[in-house]
């Protein structure tokens, strides 16, 4: 696999540490740095190869998915359609449900699906008939309305009436004890987040202060190395202001490797000098490596999970960039077994007198097969 445009191999391996360079044997934070950078330029490489792969993917869909799946979805509607026609036939409480459940089931599909106004409009039509109605919890929504009811105010009270008045009167003292139980957890909390402050600021920087002056380090030298302005140069002037841009966007992002990247494209950066820098100094860059190889990691398990949606897969399955052509020739097999059923099933409903129960009575088996 070729490695992609925006991951220089050049730059990936010499921002690598070696024991040449370090002249010792490499320490634990030596070797962290190492893997992080590897395991970054690793998963840069496989969304890139996945990005080539989904794009081809969209292509080959494009051209022999888009037609199988309207033909498919024409076809629901029509079943969806003919069902609601049936509704009114002579059915038994079961079939009327197990009718209304599939075309429930039909409707929601292509209103969710189809790309034709009309159609989908339609389809909306049918499931707002055939979902049941939910019913109303009364004694709920009264418990609900009286604890969000208002206290009297005191023009409303008859001061005449001693009953009410006490009444009026212990509402307002129990009001006043619960804002000052407020307000005193409140104060309480401000407390212990003053003392917890001071606390971490004996110990000093945080792990993350620490990541965060790390990358505010590194962008101040490339800052102070790259200023277009410095450069007499015209040519040289606009390789720094290009380098520039990208500083800022990596920067921004905090993702460390591109900034380190860069160092190197600067020639600010090789594996001597990176050999040079303490462990104390390594460690901050470790976390901040760690976490961008995390970001990376969680946006190609939501590529990946993007691609299941797009192509009704299972979003569950691990998708690798080599396979996923293959998955989409078998949901195109499953769109045209789909497409051959209903075809089907539509003239058997359309010839057969008793084809409609018959069905139903084998949707019924195949939900019990389901449900055990």
Not at 215 to 232: C, F, G, I, K, N
Not at 267 to 291: C, F, I, V, W
Request: with cysteine; glycine share 2%.
């Amino acid at each position: 696999m070729n490695a992609p445009s925006f991951v220089p191999v050049v730059a990936s391996s010499l921002l690598l540490i070696d024991a040449a360079a370090s002249q010792a044997p490499l320490s634990a934070e030596q070797q962290l740095f190492n893997t992080w950078v590897q395991r970054i330029a690793q998963q840069r490489a496989w969304l890139q190869a996945w990005d080539e792969a989904v794009q081809a993917c969209r292509t080959r869909f494009a051209r022999d998915g888009a037609p199988l799946r309207t033909r498919y979805l024409d076809l629901q509607a029509e079943l969806a359609q003919y069902l609601d026609q049936q509704a009114g036939r002579k059915l038994s409480k079961l079939e009327r449900q197990l009718l209304e459940t599939c075309l429930l089931e039909s409707a929601q599909q292509v209103a969710d699906l189809s790309d034709t106004p009309a159609q989908q409009a339609a389809m909306q039509e049918l499931v707002r008939r055939y979902t049941p109605e939910q019913e109303d919890d009364d004694e709920t929504g009264d418990a609900a309305t009286q604890a969000d009811a208002p206290e009297p105010a005191s023009e409303d009270i008859d001061w005449e009436d001693m009953e009410a008045v006490a009444q009026f009167l212990e509402a307002q003292a129990q009001a006043a004890a619960a804002q000052a139980e407020r307000a005193r957890g409140q104060h309480q909390a401000k407390r212990q987040q003053r003392k917890a402050q001071q606390a971490q600021k004996a110990k000093g920087p945080t792990a993350a202060e620490l990541a965060t002056q790390s990358l505010r380090e590194v962008y101040r030298r490339l800052a102070s190395r790259l200023h277009p302005d410095r450069e007499q140069d015209p040519q040289e002037r606009e390789r720094k202001t290009a380098l520039m841009q990208r500083v800022n966007i990596a920067y921004e992002a905090g993702r460390l490797m591109e900034l380190l990247e860069l160092q190197w494209e600067a020639e600010q950066m090789d594996p001597a000098r990176l050999a040079q820098l303490s462990d104390a100094r390594l460690a901050p860059y470790n976390r901040m490596l760690q976490e961008q190889w995390s970001d990376l990691q969680r946006d190609a398990q939501a590529r990946m999970q993007a691609f299941a949606r797009e192509f009704g897969l299972d979003a569950t399955t691990h998708l690798q960039p080599a396979k996923l052509m293959s998955q989409v020739r078998e949901r195109l097999q499953q769109l045209q077994g789909g497409i051959d059923y209903l075809q089907q099933l539509l003239k058997a409903l359309d010839e057969e007198p008793d084809a409609l129960k018959q069905w139903l009575k084998h949707e019924r088996t195949l939900a019990r097969r389901h449900a055990d």
